[in-house]
């Protein structure tokens, strides 16, 4: 059974958008730049949210979303180990890959893996 490219392709560039999207420029009352690893896992983190909310959590499961957040939370620098089983936890992976490699960062970022 196949699934209609349509819905996919207008869910990736929706992240490719948000992704990339403008910048602001920088003024004297903001913080100092950030390292790339925490830009990178901003740009990241934006994403996955805007995905969740794009998308919503159907087909999520607990360990799906609790191991993502712990990526999330330790500053995305934990090994990834969130593993997608379902249809749509790959789809969100699958989306989310492409969002990372848009924002400038390497396809093995994103923390998906699945181990024996």
Known sequence: MSRPLPSIAAAMIFLAGLVVGGTVPSTAQEPQPQ????????????????ALAHRGMKGLSRDFIERHDTFLASGCTTKGDVCPRSAEELDLANMMVVAAMNAGTASTFPPFSCRK
Do not use: F, G, H, L
């Open 35 to 50: 390292s790339w690893p925490e830009v990178k896992c901003a740009r990241y983190k934006k994403a996955w949210s805007e």
